[in-house]
């Protein structure tokens, strides 16, 4: 009566066990792949029959020890015997080892302890419910120890599958472009998968960026297959209801923003070389892949950007090197004409034709320094004073200061070498020409025309600085 008692409470304890059960522990953990829980692989035959053999061993031990003191000591210090071979088997062999032992630890103390002895036949109502107190305490210890070791092997997994992600991590922060971060990206995900790995990229029409084995190709349905993942950033191939026909599974590659390729997994066996307890996993590792080429995006587009600072740089160089070198010698031109025609030697004609395409030329580069991008678009301003040179406007402290075209084409010329110190001949040569580089009066009555307008105490300026025998200079 008390065996079947004992029967029917195992019974009920196995149900409330297979409900309570966590789906990720025990036998499924050691289904998860290699990359989630390396160290914990299905046990082979073998193993779980040296587990077993082990709790009949143990039990046999304590049973031993048992006889030895039960006539001395009595049978109640002969229960606890059996507890330690059960807690050693949940936590070292795992939660069947462990109840086998129970069960063997339950008959084995009611075949030698109880009366009538050598049976398994129970008399005494006392020691009926010490066995059945044995058996449930040994089962729920074993439980409890087990779990555990689940919850051990667990923590191990996630310190795993956390150090995978991390190693790919690693190795693309070592990746500049984007061809190298394809590359990393699909040896890593075929080594830990233990499949062949491709990275397409392009919605419109999908090419391999980068594969393992080399020169892999996708077959048309395979393209349709990574076509749709990269536009709609759906799972889809072999193994998923979206294109089941394709021999690869694709998965996105995607930010915030977009998808920015597809990630394509395919087994030799043909069989769907992911499953649901992967998934996490290799969704993971994709989001590093994606952050991996955000960056390398990034960076691309910074280079870019540089060396369009540096062209459009250069470009205004240029242009301001051809019109500090262009200009005083259509000045000349044009002073030379304006000469002749004063003089009336020369054909007029031929004189009026030179000055006219003087001036049209002057025009020209006038238009290209102009063009100059960048910073010399950008107002000047210093000391409450802005200088448009493009839109040719001077303010002092927001309102507008109004300047001859030699005062303003002089502050222009100062404004563009800011801080540099410029020579009368140059000032002059820039302003009215080579022909008057000798007369430096024009410069000072401009210059002093300047600081009536622009400086807050024209008797000490702050703003154009005289340098004695040298020249003028704008302080920024």
């Known amino acids: 009566m008390w065996i079947r008692f004992a029967a029917a409470e195992w019974k009920r304890f196995r149900k409330c066990v297979r409900l309570s059960t966590p789906r990720i522990a025990g036998r499924r953990l050691c289904r998860m792949p290699n990359v989630i829980a390396p160290d914990y692989s299905p046990p082979t035959l073998a193993a779980r029959l040296g587990a077993h053999a082990a709790a009949l061993l143990l ?33 070292y062999a795992g939660l069947w080892p462990a109840l086998v032992a129970a069960v063997i630890s339950t008959l084995a103390y009611n075949y030698y302890f109880t009366a009538p002895l050598r049976t398994f036949l129970i008399s005494s109502p006392a020691d009926a419910v010490t066995v059945t107190v044995l058996f449930l305490v040994a089962v729920v210890a074993s439980r409890l120890a087990s779990s555990v070791r689940e919850q051990a092997h667990l923590a191990a997994s996630h310190a795993a599958r956390n150090a995978t992600i991390a190693g790919l991590a690693r190795r693309l922060l070592s990746c500049a472009s984007e061809q190298d971060i394809a590359s990393v990206a699909v040896q890593e995900l075929a080594r830990l998968f233990g499949c062949r790995a491709v990275l397409a990229v392009g919605a419109a029409e999908p090419h391999v960026l980068a594969s393992v084995p ?180 001077v303010r002092r402290d927001g309102e507008a200061v109004h300047l001859t075209p030699k005062e303003y084409a002089v502050l222009a010329e100062l404004a563009k070498h800011a801080g540099r110190v410029l020579s009368h001949a140059h000032l002059l040569r820039a302003v009215w020409g080579p022909a008057q580089q000798a007369h430096i009066d024009y410069l000072r009555v401009a210059i002093r025309a300047l600081r009536q307008k622009l400086e807050r105490d024209p008797a000490h300026p702050e703003l154009i600085v005289n340098e004695p025998a040298v020249g003028y200079r704008l302080v920024p």
């Open 214 to 393: 080399d020169g892999a190709e996708l077959a048309p349905s395979d393209l349709a297959a990574a076509a749709l993942t990269l536009t709609t950033g759906e799972r889809s191939g072999r193994g998923v209801r979206r294109v089941d026909l394709a021999d690869w599974q694709f998965h996105a590659v995607a930010s915030d923003r977009a998808v920015l390729a597809a990630v394509g997994l395919a087994r030799d066996d043909g069989l769907p070389p992911t499953n649901d307890e992967q998934l996490p996993l290799l969704g993971n590792l994709l989001d590093q892949v994606a952050l991996a080429l955000e960056r390398a995006r990034l960076e691309r587009e910074a280079r870019e950007a540089a060396a369009l600072r540096e062209r459009d740089a250069l470009r205004a160089a240029l242009l301001a090197s051809i019109g500090e070198d262009v200009k005083p010698r259509l000045n000349a031109i044009a002073a030379a004409a304006r000469g002749l025609r004063r003089g009336g030697t020369g054909d007029k004609a031929l004189v009026s034709t030179v000055g006219n395409e003087t001036a049209k030329l002057d025009r020209y580069i006038d238009n290209l320094v102009d063009l100059s991008p960048g910073a010399d678009r950008a107002p000047l301003e210093m000391r409450g004073l802005t200088i448009d040179l493009h839109l040719r406007t």
């Open 59 to 91: 039990v046999a031990v304590a049973t031993g020890i048992g006889l030895l003191i039960a006539p001395r000591w009595g049978t109640a210090a002969v229960v606890l015997l059996y507890l330690p071979p059960v807690l050693a088997l949940a936590v």
